[in-house]
Structures are given as C-alpha cells and as structure tokens.
T-cell receptor, first 111, second 113 residues
Framework: QQQVRQSSQSLTVWEGETAILNCSYE??????FPWYQQFPGEGPALLIA?????DKKEDGRFTIFFNKREKNLSLHIKDSQPGDSATYFC??????????FGAGTRLAVCP | EAAVTQSPRSKVAVTGGKVTLSCHQT?????MYWYRQDTGHGLRLIHY???????EKGDIPDGYKASRPSQENFSLILELASLSQTAVYFC????????????FGAGTRLSVL
C-alpha cells in the first residue's frame, strides 16, 4: 500500500519552462509535506516543505501548491535550469514523526 | 549543517553472508534512520532510533537488525544477506526540533551475489 504517490516516474522539460511534479496521499493524518531533491550519487536533501494549514509555499523558483480537500500537492519549478535535473521525492508525515516517501520523479531539463 | 557519514560506500556480499553497514553523525542529533532505495519504490524505512541503546522497526524490517551503541553511531546488520537485499541504503539523522528535516548520508550501494 503506497500512501504517497507521485504520478510520473520521469519528466522532461526544456530549459526555461515550468516543471510540474505531482503528488497525492491517502492518510488524512498527514500534516507536513516536504520535497527532497536528490542528485546522482548523493543522498536526498530537503528542498522545500509545506504544512497542511497552508495552500501555497514559495521559495525562489520553487513553489508547492497544496489541496487538502483533494489530498494532492504539486511542486512547480519555474524557469527550469539544467542544474535542476535530479530526482524529486514527495514525502509526508503526521504526528508519529516518520516520513513516508513517494517513489520519486526523475526530472531532466534539456538545454 | 549536519554531517552524516556512511561506510562503506559500496559493498559486494555473498548470499548468506553477514553484512554490517555503518553510519556516523557529528551534529548531536537524537534521531537516526535507515532507508533503502529501489527503483520504483523510492525510499522505504527499515529501522530508526530515538535514543542510544534503543531501536524501532520501520516499515520493512524483515531481514534486518539495527544497533545504536551511541548517539553518533547507528548500524544496519544483515545477518543472512539475500539477493533481494541488493539496493542503495541511506542513513539519515534528525534533530528533535528540526520539524522533520532529515539529513542524509551519501548512501551505500550493496550488491548481494
């Protein structure tokens, strides 16, 4: 049973476009949703996160849009750069302090 | 920034052999975690620990043991390695006040033959 689902295993965009990565979850108790970025040969690193009381979180070119009623969220990467090419993991947690990760979306930004 | 160091970075093991993966963190974090990464499954939690000398089972603990002899060190032990345990393993740490931010090591690539 996959509690956090990422709709695309891979995504390719052109440099300068907005990349949109989608995620959905099942557990209504989840209230914190981080996105982790992983480059090849490295461990994941926190990119941006949102709490369920908010519907939008922005940090530079990265924005999370959150829909609590639909139990989904998306990560928008504006003006995508080749250096953004990485795997992006959507994750979720509730009060039990364990992060549940999605399967990841591998993003390729072509110059 | 937290420093999480894993050793070895890669390992080849034989089926039925014993494997120990080590993790060391230098940022005084209370929580430590072991995840495995497989294509199509993302990161799955194997074991975790809130405090030294205590470990908890994660979502996929079967075939793995964990040991937390000190706050800084957390080991993952495969007593009888199997082909299905071929994966990349990540250790992570978290401060209890960090709002669930995990700091990951660089990973250990394990191949069981």
């Amino acid at each position: 049973q996959q509690q956090v689902r990422q709709s695309s295993q891979s995504l390719t965009v052109w440099e300068g476009e907005t990349a949109i990565l989608n995620c959905s979850y099942e557990n209504s108790a989840f209230d914190y949703f981080p996105w982790y970025q992983q480059f090849p040969g490295e461990g994941p690193a926190l990119l941006i996160a949102i709490r369920s009381v908010s519907d939008k979180k922005e940090d530079g070119r990265f924005t999370i849009f959150f829909n609590k009623r639909e139990k989904n969220l998306s990560l928008h990467i504006k003006d995508s750069q080749p250096g953004d090419s990485a795997t992006y993991f959507c994750a979720a947690t509730g009060s039990f302090n364990k992060l549940t990760f999605g399967a990841g979306t591998r993003l390729a930004v072509c110059p | 920034e937290a420093a999480v160091t894993q050793s070895p970075r890669s390992k080849v093991a034989v089926t039925g052999g014993k494997v120990t993966l080590s993790c060391h963190q230098t940022n005084n974090h209370d929580y430590m975690y072991w995840y495995r990464q497989d294509t199509g499954h993302g990161l799955r939690l194997i074991h975790y620990s809130y405090v030294a000398d205590s470990t908890e089972k994660g979502d996929i603990p079967d075939g793995y043991k964990a040991s937390r002899p000190s706050q800084e060190n957390f080991s993952l032990i495969l007593e009888l390695a199997s082909l299905s345990q071929t994966a990349v393993y990540f250790c992570a740490s978290r401060d209890r006040h960090s709002q669930n931010t995990l700091y990951f090591g660089a990973g250990t690539r394990l191949s069981v033959l």
